[in-house]
């Protein structure tokens, strides 16, 4: 019940604070990869799962199950508003409003998830009430660990037919998030 949890609660975080015009809340969700959702904008922000492995880093003990999450983002910007020459510049490396720019508004602070204690605090509040222990909770946040190259995109991305197009019909790239925290209290029965 951890990691998708992890997932909506990234997925709210951001639609509440993201500030990209053209990204609104329908925008951005969950998804089974990183493909948009065939109804998307211009614009789409994909969450899905990253790492989920028990973490040796805390240690074991017989009433704990300690582990580490992860989660993808993966941003797609059509490219349809812009002539194959201008790709580069007008979609990719647009000031402020480019596919870089908006990933690096999803990494840091304040939107971003990047070591983002208030974002940990939500997931937190959707796991619930933990009782009295308080080592039953997560307690790292996300910690970005890099982006994966800007790749092409042809119809077949955005779940429409027709043949690969060149030009692409759009650009995505990948940020990978890991080593959030949890240990959660095993419940004995008596």
């Known amino acids: 019940m951890a990691q998708d949890l992890l997932l909506l609660s990234a997925r709210d975080w951001l639609r509440e604070n993201l500030n990209v015009a053209g990204i609104g809340p329908e925008s951005i969700e969950v998804m089974f990869d990183g493909r948009p959702s065939p109804a998307c904008g211009d614009w789409f922000v994909a969450l899905h799962e990253g790492e989920w492995r028990v973490d040796e880093t805390i240690g074991q003990a017989d009433l704990s199950l300690p582990e580490t999450f992860g989660a993808f983002v993966t941003v797609t910007r059509k490219v349809g508003v812009a002539p194959f020459d201008r790709i580069g510049t007008d979609i990719l490396a647009r000031q402020w409003r480019g596919l870089i720019a908006v990933c690096r508004k999803l990494i840091v602070q ?40 800007t790749q092409p995109q042809g119809s077949a991305w955005f779940g429409a037919r027709g043949q690969k197009t060149n030009p692409p019909c759009g650009l995505s790239k990948t940020l990978s998030f890991a080593k959030a925290q949890r240990c959660q209290k095993i419940e004995i029965a008596t």
């Open 110 to 149: 304040p939107s971003g998830l990047h070591m983002n204690y208030a974002h940990m605090n939500a997931w937190n509040a959707l796991i619930g009430p933990t009782g009295v222990d308080a080592s039953d909770v997560n307690y790292h946040p996300l910690v970005f660990q890099g982006a994966a190259a």
